[in-house]
């Protein structure tokens, strides 16, 4: 995610690293690169223009503090005025009807059918809402059975009716659909259209005009960079649309789109898609995406994933188990699958400060527990539970049975071995000793 960005901004901000003061000289020479930066991730010249001014006559309008290196200072500023470009706060959907009905829009192939699905999911498991998915795409082949996959996948009910072909009366037997069974929250999937498709767009305007939906959100994708941007304006000069939902963002090394679409079409950015399971939706929080840019990490997001997946009466028995010397290989798959959880693994590397410019280049597969977990399924309940019993023809074993090697299997024993005495530490309160084991392990 915004990997090109990061790095060009990182080299651009290096300029004023080792010197002892902010001068126009040394600045200058910083918000070129800054500018040019923007510009190659996709951002409009007028924004990136407007932005490397304000930053600039800010960095010029503040004495360095003593605590502060310009270097330090100008990042501070890029990173306020990123997140101000970007929307300042975090902003989520107005669920206050009864039912809250959301009317998705957005040109054909933006994600609109998979995001609806996603947001259905997060609001039924972050929000606890009832909602109904209903199937307004008449046109596409196949648009109203992919819907009701997605309902079937995420346990949500799927609205539609086949044998009408008013995107509009669909639309409002939806609503009556969802007021007569209970549910609280409505999303309304609408076809596929362009800005310069008159009577598509005419059509979209009715359905808002039947439902008055509390939320009309345009959903684009963000690898289109400038050309989202102009289409979420066409859009919003005919719907008034009330926020933006940026798809396939795991994919966009550049980043154009996030950065500069607040600023076109004065509509926040409310949710993002970051990957292609179900769970693959957040909230766009512009003051974490701006520390991503620059390298920080969210550690914020990464603690809120990692206390979504907590299980509090697991933790409790792997505490006693750990204890008791009793965390076996059955705990540790447990742990794992806690962790494949919270989502896609090179965007959760992602989230720790320092590793963006330590992963560059490499691919981390979201298998990269697969091997492990081959190794553990090969092993029998009593090896899993007691793994002072394996010896080498048991090892042997394993590897045969799991595809992998015997030193594969002696790594992972080991691994295991280091983290059961670093977790025992750690309940004894063993700080010292827990960090030299940590530099052993280097």
Known sequence: MFDNLSEKLDKALHVLKGHGQITEINVAETI???????????????????????????????????????????????KDELTELMGGDAEGVDLSGNPSVILMSGLQGS?????????????????????????CDVYRPAAIDQLHVVGEQIGVEVFSDRENNDPVKIAKAGVAHAKANGNNVVIIDTAGRLAVDEQMMTEIANIHK????????????????????????AFNDVLNFDGVILTKLDGDTRGGAAISIKSVVDKPIKFIGTGEKMEAIDVF?????????????????????????F?????????????????????FLSQIQQIKKMGNMKDLMGMIPGAGKALKGLDIDDDAFKHIEAIIHSM????????????????????????????????????????????????GGGGKKMMQMMQNMR
């Open 285 to 309: 929080y512009p003051a974490r995406m701006a520390d991503r840019i620059l390298g920080m990490g969210d550690v914020v997001s990464l603690v809120e994933r990692a206390q979504e997946q």
């Open 210 to 233: 039947a439902i008055s939906p509390q939320e009309t959100l345009f959903v684009v994708d963000s690898m289109t960079g400038q050309d989202a941007v102009n289409t979420a304006k």
């Open 311 to 331: 299980d509090e009466e697991q933790a409790r028995k792997i505490q006693k188990k750990i204890a008791k010397n009793r965390f076996g290989f059955d705990d």
């Open 111 to 135: 994600g609109k059918t998979t995001f609806s699905g996603k947001l259905a999911n997060y609001l039924k498991n972050k929000k606890t809402k009832k909602p109904l998915l209903v199937a």
């Open 32 to 78: 070129k690169e800054v500018r040019r930066a923007l510009l190659d991730a996709d951002v409009n010249f007028k924004i990136a223009k407007e932005f490397t001014n304000r930053v600039k006559e800010k960095a010029l309008g503040q004495n360095v503090l003593t605590s502060l290196q310009p270097g330090q200072l100008m990042v501070k500023i890029v």
């Open 380 to 427: 029998t309940p009593d090896e899993r539970s007691t793994p002072s019993k394996l010896n080498a023809s048991r090892k042997k074993r394993i590897a045969a049975g799991s595809g992998r090697t015997i030193q594969e299997v002696n790594q992972l024993l080991k691994q295991f071995e280091q983290m059961s005495k670093m977790m025992k530490m750690m309940q």
